[in-house]
């Protein structure tokens, strides 16, 4: 933009309010910096923020991707919000919780995403439902290609061409110069993929981390890191450039720990775990002019505290929203020395009802009580901040206490175990892809049907349908009631063609007979480790019109039946299509 156009953008930001750029990685561990003595890695553009910032050495997070991604948005913790788990209808937010893009907009920001969301793949549940006037990326927890992805621009899917960070910095940068030419403030989260697996990256950052002599896991991971760090660097050049950083706050941050096993700072636990090493993440602020340079705030700070904090430091109206968990720590991003109570921070536990009620843990300035399949752990942070030793026996007293503050917290919390319904029928959103990851298989995984991959996570699909016993179920949420048109994405071999069946909804049944094969390979990736070609396999999917039926307002049902299965096995099914006439 002109040297006019960005005095202006910087005036009227500045008087008014700042910018932000919120970035957010996905697996990256509190180890995985050179700032934090990674004896492999280089990541001066991460460590820079630091220097030219705070560093908020203590900063926690949930175990888990989807948990964190909530509890950020909202400034509440994750089961207060929904999100109880990672897939399923699980990682799904309240649709009616209040997020920082709601709050920014309703402030007169821009408001854009950009990458991994993990909180909703229907609208209103998707980032342009809670407050995020453009989103770039994918819903999902995950995408299978990092290379040429298919990526959702806008509501609309899109094969793109390149690597899924560099594409992620170019649409941020993007946004963020489109908004700053129009003088008007934005929030941009930014929330790259990397380096949650699979492990792809190209042969340039893969090959300088083998020949160092490590494992082809530690290499890719490292190799994606090390591109991320260069993104960033590209990200922030062009930021001083455009002279953005007088007036925009930054802030970088992880969702959670390592996947094992690698450099973790000698922290106990990965991802997944409730100990420092699964929710201690890196976590900088830098707003040049407001926040001393080089900065290092000891106190416990978390997720839940992002959101009031950036309230007060952009100077928003303060936002109707459910009671918070989080507490602004803008007086100590001010003053290091500034009043603030010690209190509780609680990790609250994600998974199956078992796991809910078999973990978690709970933190202040001195301790960590940690609950680990029913029993409990006591560390001394200050003293052994690496939990080498289990004092619970020398100090039963101050175990009781935080056992008894965090069995309270979550008693109080309803925890969502049944998955949310799928909404169907909003105005301006006539399309309903329902994956099949989202099913519920009868009898059950495994048994006469299953998925392309065990688990059924994100991308896969329904496959190995050798029984008409057998069965995928979804449930709805009809808002809008109509006529809807149903088509099945499928993939047939040849020697089962022929397969007949009938989709069911609310009560309704639509026959169909699969007459064309159609088996196409999957797509090819450079995957670099053991199984993930498996577990990451993508391919295209044919749409077949099936017929329409008529929906009401309220609960409703889809299953897919088989009712003859000539061949060895009865159709491969990736999605079935309700459009709303």
Known sequence: MSAHTAAHAAETSS???????????????????????????????????????????????????????ASLLTGRYHPEVGVTHVTRRLEVMDPEETTLAEIFRDNGYATGAFGKWHNGSFYPETPRGQGFDEFYGFPYG????????????????????????????????????????????????????????PALVSDEYYDRFKAMGLTDKEAAIYGMIAALDDNLARLFEHMQKEDLFKDTIVIFMSDNGPIPERYNAN???????????GVRVPCFIRWDGHITKGEKLEKRLAHVDILPTLVELCDLKQPKTLPLDGQSFAALLKDPQAPWEDRLLYTLPVGNKDRIESYGSV?????????RENEWELYDLLKDPTQQH??????????????????????????????????????GHPLVRIEAHDALLHPKNGEGIGYNYPAGFAHHWITNWTSMDSYPEWSLNVVGGGTY?????????????????????????????????FDPDVYPQPFRLKGEAEKYARKP?????????????????????????????????????????
Request: glycine share 8%; hydrophobic share 35%; proline share 8%.
């Open 15 to 69: 008087t008014e309010h700042p910018n932000v750029l919120l970035i957010v990685t996905d697996d990256q561990g509190f180890g995985d910096l050179s700032l934090h003595g990674n004896p492999y890695l280089k990541t001066p553009a991460m460590d820079s923020l630091a220097d030219e910032g705070a560093n908020l050495d203590t900063f926690y997070v949930s175990p888990l991707c989807a948990p964190t991604r």
């Open 142 to 197: 995950h995408i299978p290609h990092y290379f040429e992805p298919e990526i959702e621009d806008n509501g609309v899917w899109k094969q793109e061409h390149g690597y899924i960070t560099d594409l992620l910095t170019d649409e941020a940068m993007k946004f963020m110069d489109k908004e700053s030419a129009a003088g008007k403030p934005f929030f941009c989260y930014l929330a790259y993929n990397a380096p949650h697996t």
């Open 267 to 277: 922290l106990k636990g990965w991802k997944g775990w409730y100990d420092e090493g």
């Open 363 to 371: 933190r202040n300035d001195e301790w960590l009580a940690v609950k």
């Open 390 to 427: 289990n004092v619970a026996a020398q100090y039963p007293d101050v175990l009781a206490q935080l056992k008894a503050a965090y069995e309270k917290r979550h008693g109080a919390i309803n925890y969502r175990l049944d998955p949310r319904p799928i909404p169907v029928g909003y105005e």
């Open 485 to 517: 048109d149903v088509a099945l994405l499928y993939c047939l071999p040849a020697e089962d063609v022929g397969v007949q069946g009938e989709v069911q909804v609310a009560g309704q049944s639509v026959a169909f007979k699969l007459d064309e094969a």
């Open 541 to 581: 999917w044919k749409t077949f019109p099936v017929g329409t039926v008529e929906l009401e307002p309220g609960p409703a049902t889809v299953r897919v039946r088989l009712t003859d299965i000539p061949g060895p096995m009865g159709m491969e099914l990736k999605a079935v299509e309700l459009r709303k006439r």
